[in-house]
């Protein structure tokens, strides 16, 4: 049977992962879904998604193309895959597309949001992060504005960052006021190891008062520059577009 290739629009609650990607004795969203492709199929397999995202990180829109031997129906495939997936994954849409189509590669940009409650939490301590004092929501969206462009954002890398070319192209970089929810929206052709945390740290930092400039913190490509980076867990991967 020759392969056949499918988009899956994936959603996942990324507490109990150590992130997206394949690792030797963790478990993974790619390793879960890998396991169920292979009862699926006849043949190999291939998963690749289009965001690497890291352990305990979230997705509304994480996307995937799978690679496999089947006979099976999109509508078919996609039942199959929710009911052998665990409950805290869940593919959202499934439809074949062309064999060179690849999840990653093809990506032409992706969107995340990190979510800021500006309250304490007893119920959603897990899902937004607590800012229990006022922000300046003016000066961090004026702070926002430096950051539109292709530039390199190395000053927001971690230490782990392999990456040789740090340049990215930030398309759309906002905030969405909804009181007491604060959401930093960012969209940009690809980021760098744990970059959209490290703005956010950087943008609270600003809200609260804290004399930074962000103009020059990207320029100076120095790490010790920007603010802290934020924790995992209010952090969603929303979308990718093709």
Known sequence: MAPRNFKLTIEYDGTDFHGWQVQPQARTVQGEIIKVAKELSRGEVRVVGAGRT????????QVASVTLETGLKDEV???????????????RELKEVPLGFNA??????RTYHYLILRRK?????DRFYQVPFELDVHAMRKALWELV???DFSAFA????????????????DLIDTPPLLTFAITADHFLHKMVRTIAG???????????DMAEVVASGDRT???????PHALYLVRVDY
Do not use: Q
């Open 225 to 231: 520059l920007a603010g802290p980076t934020l924790p």
């Open 149 to 151: 462009g292709e530039k």
């Open 104 to 109: 990653r590669f093809d990506a032409r940009s």
């Open 121 to 125: 939490t007893a119920l959603w301590r």
């Open 158 to 173: 971690s230490s782990e960052e392999v990456s040789r070319n740090r340049r990215c192209y930030i398309m759309r970089a």
């Open 77 to 91: 495939l996609l039942r199959a895959f929710n009911a052998k997936l665990p409950e805290d994954i869940h593919v």
């Open 54 to 61: 890291d352990a305990g990180v979230h997705a509304v829109g």
């Open 202 to 212: 950087t943008l609270v930092e600003i809200g609260r008062g804290r004399e930074l």
